[in-house]
């Protein structure tokens, strides 16, 4: 089997989208099949038309330029075009049995074009609502033109999609409510490799030094800084926690458009000895942070984006053992049994996660079944050979399709009368 990703984005970028995709990869891989990877251009930095990363061959697809190619809609088009083209060269090369496009429609419209071309099959994945993330990063209104627009886009790729896959079981009820039947709805979810995160290991004294963590009771977010995230409700919390547990501190890993908002706040608060930010750090690097965290904390805030979608970083937290805190959002739900395998707070509600984390920190000793059912749940039900084990069947299935009707097409031209 051989199988043409098309990624919005890819290694060096970092992002719970990069991390989901080299867990795909590397499945499909163990499985015995040949994966072919191209990224758009949006965000592209002027890499070479090939690139390897960490170990992972990447196509790049050239960022389209001239007088016009950064204005609305005329770089949409452009940028199509170009992706198009790249595939077209693609396709042709690595002859691929199947063309599997990781959402938003800018990656979805090029290789449904290019697929049909070549007559081979097409999937869609849709990883969010793309319409509901704008709302969230303040580039669009809910139900405004754009809006609008972005899910009647998403909406008509679905429908021409040989098959869709996506992360849970709400988005593919969300899916299914525009008028996609279930039958080519598949779920593949979030999941992790265990090979990762298998060993117990000490915290790196030195770092928590650095970082002036030693001795104390540690709370971590590692990810990406959006506003969904809720990181100013957790730093709201912090003064509160701090009057009952003076002896916790909160570590931020990671960056993005509410960083220096953030770090504002938390001044302003007053909470410089509480918080550490640390800034993005190179992915290698990652686990020395996990290590020194004893309780991940998760406030996503409640809206039509985390109520639908299941985020990645719950997972890896489980996996390491450590206890996680989330907000009752329903993407979070999808993951947590709360009190089981890990604890749920309200969402939007700082009072309501400091009571939470006081809780936690106060019967520390009493939460090891907790994080024992974490990990098991984890290694049960969420491993990217056991998820991505879903891609086989559909794949299979569109393959004998496109092969059975190519066969009736040659049949039919041969029964012909020829000239």
């Keep these: 089997m051989r199988i043409l990703h098309v990624f919005d984005h890819s290694l060096p970028l970092q992002s719970g989208y990069v991390f989901r995709s080299l867990g795909i990869l590397g499945?499909?891989?163990?499985?015995?099949?040949?994966?072919?990877?191209?990224?758009?251009?949006?965000?592209?930095?002027?890499?070479?038309?090939?690139?390897?990363?960490?170990g992972w061959s990447f196509y790049r697809t050239p960022k389209p330029s001239g007088p016009l190619a950064s204005e609305p809609v005329i770089r949409e088009i452009q940028e199509?075009?170009?992706?198009?083209?790249?595939?077209?060269?693609?396709?042709?090369?690595?002859?691929?049995?199947?063309?599997?496009?990781?959402?938003?429609?800018?990656?979805?419209?090029?290789?449904?074009?290019?697929?049909?071309?070549?007559?081979?099959?097409?999937?869609?994945?849709?990883?969010?609502l793309w319409e509901d993330a704008a709302v969230d990063l303040g580039h669009s209104r809910e139900g405004s033109l754009r809006y609008r627009t972005t899910r009647a886009v998403e909406t008509w790729l679905m429908r021409r999609a040989g098959a869709i896959f996506t992360l849970c079981d709400s988005m593919r009820d969300e899916i299914a409510s525009r008028g996609i039947p279930e039958s080519r709805i598949a779920v593949v979810p979030n999941a992790i490799d265990l090979a990762k995160f298998s060993e117990a290991r000490n915290s790196d004294s030195e770092l928590a030094r650095s970082l002036g963590l030693e001795g104390r009771t540690v709370l971590g977010f590692i990810g990406s800084f959006y506003h969904y995230e809720g990181l100013d409700l957790l730093l709201s919390a912090m003064t509160s926690i701090r009057a009952e547990a003076s002896n916790v501190a909160l570590l931020l890993v990671g960056g993005g458009p509410q960083a220096e908002r953030l770090k504002a706040q938390a001044g302003a608060l007053g909470l410089q000895n509480q918080v550490r930010f640390t800034g993005r750090v190179p992915h290698e690097q990652v686990r020395r942070y996990y290590d020194l965290v004893d309780i991940f904390v998760y406030p996503r805030r409640s809206m039509r984006l985390t109520e639908l979608v299941t985020p990645l970083k719950p997972l890896e937290a489980m996996a390491e053992q450590r206890l996680v805190l989330a907000s009752d959002v329903g993407g979070h739900r999808a993951l947590i049994r709360d009190g089981e395998t890990g604890l749920l707070f309200r969402a939007n509600d700082p009072v309501a996660l400091s009571r939470k984390v006081i809780e936690a920190v106060r019967n520390g000793g009493s939460m090891a079944a907790i994080r024992a059912a974490g990990r098991r749940f984890v290694e049960t039900e969420r491993t990217w050979t056991a998820s991505a084990g879903t891609y086989r069947p559909v794949y299979e299935e569109l393959v004998a399709q496109h092969g059975s009707v190519a066969r009736k097409r040659y049949s039919a031209f041969r029964a012909q009368p020829q000239a």
């Design 27 to 54: 499945a499909q891989r163990s499985f015995g099949w040949k994966t072919i990877h191209l990224t758009t251009p949006r965000y592209n930095a002027g890499e070479p038309e090939e690139e390897i990363v960490d």
């Design 80 to 128: 199509i075009r170009a992706v198009k083209r790249r595939l077209d060269v693609l396709i042709a090369k690595h002859r691929p049995d199947i063309v599997h496009a990781h959402s938003p429609w800018l990656t979805g419209i090029p290789a449904l074009l290019s697929a049909r071309r070549a007559n081979i099959s097409f999937v869609y994945e849709v990883r969010a």
